[in-house]
């Protein structure tokens, strides 16, 4: 169990990292600081995030499960509203470095399953 939770935590560094180098807007200040924005994001995708798609599960059935590639920017974009040392700048960025780390976390996903 700890391995994989190291696992998804690897992954999830990654996916920041990918973000920060692919998507003009997303920067951060340090390693330490990458470090730390992916440990934050872990806890709100882990306390506020459910609270967001409970909230908003009549906009994301409307939109067959797209809003919730929003509120995915939100919880990347709140990541860097409380860390200083990691920058996301604008909606776009957001969005585009959320569904990257979506995808890093997919795999660290499936790697730690097989």
Do not use: C, K
């Not at 920041?16 to 934050?40: K, R």
């Not at 409380?82 to 960025?93: D, E, I, K, Q, S």
């Amino acid at each position: 169990m700890l391995a994989g939770l190291i696992i998804r935590f690897l992954f999830g560094v990654a996916g920041l990292w990918v973000a920060a180098h692919v998507v003009q807007g997303i920067s951060y200040d340090s390693v330490g600081s990458l470090i730390a924005a992916a440990a934050l994001l872990g806890v709100i995708n882990a306390v506020v995030r459910p609270i967001l798609v409970i909230l908003t599960l009549p906009i994301t059935v409307l939109t067959l499960g797209l809003f919730l590639l929003v509120i995915n920017a939100l919880t990347l974009g709140l990541t860097a509203l409380l860390l200083h040392g990691f920058h996301v700048h604008g909606f776009g960025a957001a969005f585009w470095g959320a569904l990257i780390v979506s995808v890093a976390g997919w795999i660290g996903a499936s790697v730690r399953d097989e």
